[in-house]
């Protein structure tokens, strides 16, 4: 061969080799989670999902996704693309045979994608948030390419995943913001308030670093204030019971608790524990009883006519759907009637989770029981003298049986429960009334053996001879007693039979004196607990009084969760369609198979639920705690939709971030809220300046890449807050009992209620706005101009609007009106200042930044305008405000005028 040629010849076999190579090379590997969930989600689940099946296939979870359809085969073949019934109905051209049905084509390129996925196997994978959180590898970006806009500021490991992000897009930093501003804003975020006088000059002094400010910060009993609103929220908390009558209930321990846990730094784990189920924790205190109100904020509805069984179904259900919401980032409210829809969630998995709750012993009674009872600590002193008793005389599993009921008056059985009525009734569904020869069963019953009952009932008139037989009218008589008029409504010890097993209870009453259809009382529960043992020692008589005395008192009570006992043990059964009339096959307690595995040691309740919660194989919990508070530092979750981690979710826009913090906060912070908290702001990307070019608003106007720190309003509680604080009206008087502050007359006419808004006086008018008493049909108005909602249910997010509605409240409102008047009052003193100066330096106080010249100039006309004509007018000044100390004083007026416009500027009401 001439040589000669021998170049081109290479040249022919280079091109046929790479050719080759080229056309056999594999595909880039396909991610099921990345690349093919988003377009199945998009344009097939809708019908081959959880609601539909068409055709028999589902895109929904594998096992459906590679079963035999109704064809005779599979639509999707691992490894055949070209024998996939799915990517052969993409290609048709019969408009009722392509797919998606009567619906846009698939692009090339989606098309290509699920080709290239079969091609490959077809490989199966589990949605981002549903695989378990592992330690990623921190990016090496630098402040290196930033170096001119950071200068000396440090970054944390933070700052390096959002600067990878902002390389990627193109984006930089912004420099660290104003000192003053930035003390404002990490004031705001921890407490909710603006710093103090003593902190900002402290910090102006050099006396803090920055470090050192947010640790004083976090360490003030403002944060827990704060941050318990965010919680609040989730756990729909209120002091009202919701429903058609939203009659006042008595659950602020519950928030005081959430308080004081917060500002303890409980770690998170505990949190969890306590609230979901601290009544099932050995030997629980007062406290872990109070944490589980968290569940007993959900409504109760007292109207009469009502089922109960309905609302404590529906109660139940709002727990399911509010747990795995509030620590899952879960939507499992729609496995209710069918399996989710995009999410890997089966319709029977949802009432394996009700099981877990479905045991508690709440029944939607007008009591709300059980409930804790919150003793003095002389009371306190009795209960456990009993208990000693009982124990040194009988045994300690007795023991606690009597001190428990004492705690919470548990076990018992509910006159609701009464049925087959003769000459008898539930009045107004809720409490038995029995007439003259009236008789009723109470079914079912376990009386432990015990050798009385406790009865809790009130009458009108007396001599009703009452009788319990065993089984029906002709049993054996369990006891016979006579009912008495009584003073309101009391707890009576009464003799009882002892009988072992479950029997059906047959109750009469005689009363000849009764009128017709009288009821001769109105009995509330049976209780059958043991008598005191110890009869024949010489300190009986003194320790069964103190039994008497502690059931006949009446202290503060707090609906709590407690645990049925065996033998009142409940069944739960799915529902057909969701419908809870319509019973399907009974189910145990049992976690979702697509989230992390069951401990066997785990017990099988409540308990058992928590422990799965925060067990660090959970692949949500600390995900979503992370993106919660994230969120009410930056505005914005790393995952946008709050509520929602699944399958139709934001993507998290720094993925690696978001697992990096919820690594940290289980492995490293102990699951401290404070630690997350303090991570987060002390990276450069919270300190930057939240000033904005236009440049910057074209290339990210929702801040997803965190160029520039953060800026939006302030939550509904902190606009008020901010108000009194910065008059010097704020009250720093925690806990306790709501309070009412000014609210326009008239908005409290709910019906059949009669409860009626009564203006707390001295002090309790200015406190926080977390104490402030919140009734669900009808919310404090200002906080629901400001987007706060009624709490009803559970809220992860609220929604930031700007209306003119928010202007007419800070403008009108008396508490805005207080307060900008105590400001003018402030100002009015300064005699021996020109006001341009007063009112520039009282707004420097309130923002912390200098007066811009234009705006002191506005605010200076604006007080001219008002003194002229309030010297001119001086009758004006009997009907502004109607407050005395304004008559003859136009000075004063014209100040309040300014000072009321000041806080209703929007640097005011923002968080920059």
């Known amino acids: 061969m001439p040589t000669k040629n021998l170049p081109a010849l290479l040249s022919v076999l280079l091109f046929l080799l790479v050719g080759t190579i080229l056309f056999f090379k594999e595909p880039k590997r396909v991610d099921f989670s990345t690349d093919v969930k988003p377009i199945l989600n998009k344009h097939c689940i809708s019908c081959h999902g959880g609601v539909k099946k068409n055709g028999g296939f589902s895109v929904l979870f594998e096992e459906e996704a590679f079963a035999v359809t109704e064809s005779g085969q599979p639509a999707i073949i691992p490894g055949r693309p070209g024998q996939s019934e799915i990517i052969r109905r993409l290609y048709e051209s019969d408009p009722e045979m392509r797919m998606p049905y009567h619906r846009p084509a698939l692009s090339p390129e989606e098309i290509e994608t699920l080709k290239n996925w079969i091609h490959q196997g077809?490989?199966?994978?589990?949605?981002?948030?549903?695989?378990?959180?592992?330690?990623?590898?921190?990016?090496?970006?630098?402040?290196?390419?930033?170096?001119?806009?950071?200068?000396?500021?440090?970054i944390s490991t933070i700052d390096?995943?959002?600067?990878?992000?902002?390389?990627?897009?193109?984006?930089?930093?912004?420099?660290?913001?104003?000192?003053?501003?930035?003390?404002?804003?990490?004031?705001?975020?921890?407490?909710?308030?603006?710093?103090?006088?003593k902190l900002v000059a402290d910090w102006n002094g050099g006396k803090l670093t920055y470090d050192q400010a947010v640790d004083q910060l976090l360490s003030l009993p403002s944060y827990g204030e704060k941050w318990a609103t965010w919680w609040l929220d989730m756990a729909r908390y209120a002091d009202t019971k919701g429903y058609e009558r939203d009659v006042s209930r008595t659950m602020w321990p519950y928030r005081d608790w959430v308080i004081k846990s917060l500002n303890d730094d409980m770690p998170f784990d505990r949190f969890t524990v306590e609230q979901l189920a601290g009544d099932l924790l050995p030997n629980p205190t007062e406290d872990q009883l109070i944490a589980t109100a968290f569940h007993r904020n959900t409504m109760n509805n007292d109207e009469g006519g009502t089922e109960d069984e309905e609302f404590r179904v529906a109660a139940v259900l709002d727990r399911v759907n509010t747990t795995f919401e509030v620590w899952q980032s879960t939507t499992m409210a729609c496995v209710q009637c069918h399996s989710h829809p995009y999410d890997p969630f089966k319709h029977e998995e949802y009432f394996q989770i009700k099981a877990f709750f479905n045991n508690s012993r709440d029944e939607d009674t007008h009591d709300e029981e059980p409930k804790l009872r919150l003793y003095s600590e002389e009371?306190?002193?009795?209960?456990?003298?009993?208990?000693?008793?009982?124990?040194?005389?009988?045994?300690?599993?007795?023991?606690?049986?009597?001190?428990?009921?004492?705690?919470?008056?548990?076990?018992?059985?509910?006159?609701?429960?009464?049925?087959?009525?003769?000459?008898?009734?539930?009045?107004?569904?809720?409490?038995?009334?029995?007439?003259?020869?009236?008789?009723?069963?109470?079914?079912?019953?376990?009386?432990?053996?015990?050798?009385?009952?406790?009865?809790?009932?009130w009458a009108d008139i007396d001599g009703t001879k009452m009788e319990i037989r065993k089984g029906g009218p002709e049993g054996e008589i369990l006891s016979?007693?006579?009912?008495?008029?009584?003073?309101?409504?009391?707890?009576?010890?009464?003799?009882?039979?002892?009988?072992?097993?479950?029997?059906?209870?047959?109750?009469?009453?005689?009363?000849?004196?009764?009128?017709?259809?009288?009821?001769?009382?109105?009995?509330?529960?049976?209780?059958?607990?043991?008598?005191?043992p110890g009869k024949n020692q010489p300190e009986y008589l003194s320790i069964e009084q103190q039994w008497k005395d502690l059931l006949a008192t009446k202290p503060v009570t707090l609906p709590i969760m407690i645990e049925n006992p065996d033998f009142m043990k409940r069944k739960t059964n799915v529902f057909e369609r969701g419908n809870w009339m319509l019973l399907g096959e009974e189910v145990s307690p049992k976690t979702p198979e697509g989230l992390?595995?069951?401990?066997?040691?785990?017990?099988?309740?409540?308990?058992?639920?928590?422990?799965?919660?925060?067990?660090?194989?959970?692949?949500?919990?600390?995900?979503?705690?992370?993106?919660?508070?994230?969120?009410?530092?930056?505005?914005?979750?790393?995952?946008?939709?709050?509520?929602?981690?699944?399958?139709?979710?934001d993507m998290p826009s720094h993925p690696e971030l978001l697992d990096?913090?919820?690594?940290?906060?289980?492995?490293?912070?102990?699951?401290?809220?404070?630690?997350?908290?303090?991570?987060?702001?002390?990276?450069?990307?919270?300190?930057?300046?939240?000033?904005?070019?236009?440049?910057?608003?074209?290339?990210?106007?929702?801040?997803?890449?965190?160029?520039?720190?953060?800026?939006f309003r302030l939550s509904a509680e902190q606009v008020r807050d901010q108000a009194l604080a910065v008059s010097g009206l704020i009250s720093n008087k925690m806990y306790g009992i709501g309070v009412m502050p000014h609210q326009p007359d008239g908005i409290w006419q709910t019906v059949y209620n009669g409860e009626s808004w009564i203006?707390?006086?001295?002090?309790?008018?200015?406190?926080?706005?977390?104490y402030t008493f919140l009734k669900r049909t009808?919310?404090?108005?200002?906080?629901?101009?400001?987007?706060?909602?009624?709490?009803?249910?559970?809220?992860?997010?609220?929604?930031?609007?700007?209306?003119?509605?928010?202007?007419?409240?800070?403008?009108?409102?008396?508490?805005?009106?207080?307060?900008?008047?105590?400001?003018?009052?402030?100002?009015?003193?300064?005699?021996?200042?020109?006001?341009?100066?007063?009112?520039?330096?009282?707004?420097?106080?309130?923002?912390?930044?200098?007066?811009?010249?234009?705006?002191?100039?506005?605010?200076?006309?604006?007080?001219?305008?008002?003194?002229?004509?309030?010297r001119s007018k001086p009758e004006e000044l009997k009907e502004f405000l109607q407050d005395k100390k304004v008559e003859g004083n136009p000075e004063l007026a014209a100040y309040t005028l300014v000072a009321n416009a000041m806080l209703n500027l929007d640097e005011f009401l923002t968080k920059s």
């Open 160 to 197: 390096h995943f959002v600067f990878q992000k902002q390389i990627e897009n193109g984006l930089s930093p912004s420099p660290e913001e104003e000192s003053l501003r930035l003390l404002r804003r990490l004031a705001l975020d921890i407490t909710g308030l603006p710093p103090s006088e």
């Open 759 to 770: 203006t707390s006086e001295g002090e309790d008018q200015y406190r926080r706005s977390v």
């Open 122 to 154: 077809a490989a199966w994978g589990k949605h981002w948030a549903y695989v378990p959180v592992r330690e990623p590898k921190i990016p090496e970006a630098s402040k290196k390419p930033f170096a001119s806009i950071l200068g000396k500021s440090p």
């Open 660 to 711: 990096h913090l919820a690594w940290k906060l289980m492995h490293e912070y102990d699951w401290s809220i404070k630690s997350l908290i303090k991570e987060i702001l002390i990276s450069h990307t919270y300190r930057q300046s939240s000033k904005i070019s236009p440049e910057l608003h074209q290339k990210d106007p929702e801040n997803r890449w965190y160029a520039r720190g953060p800026r």
């Open 379 to 457: 009371e306190k002193a009795q209960v456990q003298k009993i208990k000693t008793w009982v124990d040194q005389n009988s045994n300690n599993e007795e023991a606690l049986a009597k001190a428990n009921f004492l705690t919470y008056l548990e076990p018992k059985y509910h006159a609701h429960l009464c049925e087959d009525f003769v000459d008898a009734e539930l009045i107004d569904t809720k409490w038995l009334g029995m007439w003259h020869n009236g008789t009723t069963y109470l079914r079912n019953v376990d009386t432990q053996n015990s050798d009385q009952l406790l009865l809790n009932y």
């Open 778 to 870: 009808s919310p404090y108005p200002s906080f629901i101009s400001f987007d706060a909602g009624s709490r009803e249910v559970c809220i992860s997010k609220r929604i930031v609007t700007n209306t003119p509605l928010q202007a007419l409240a800070t403008l009108n409102d008396p508490v805005y009106i207080e307060a900008a008047l105590k400001l003018g009052e402030k100002m009015s003193q300064e005699t021996n200042k020109d006001p341009g100066t007063v009112i520039a330096e009282t707004y420097e106080k309130m923002m912390l930044v200098t007066i811009s010249e234009s705006k002191k100039k506005s605010l200076l006309n604006l007080y001219q305008e008002a003194l002229t004509n309030y």
């Open 480 to 532: 016979e007693f006579t009912i008495d008029k009584t003073e309101g409504r009391i707890t009576r010890a009464i003799p009882f039979k002892e009988i072992k097993g479950k029997t059906d209870l047959f109750i009469t009453a005689s009363n000849p004196k009764a009128k017709p259809q009288q009821s001769t009382s109105a009995i509330v529960w049976f209780a059958f607990i043991k008598s005191l």
């Open 596 to 649: 992390n595995n069951w401990n066997p040691e785990w017990p099988k309740n409540r308990l058992g639920l928590a422990f799965w919660m925060v067990d660090k194989e959970n692949p949500l919990t600390a995900r979503t705690l992370v993106n919660r508070v994230w969120a009410q530092i930056f505005g914005r979750g790393l995952v946008n939709t709050l509520e929602d981690m699944g399958t139709q979710s």
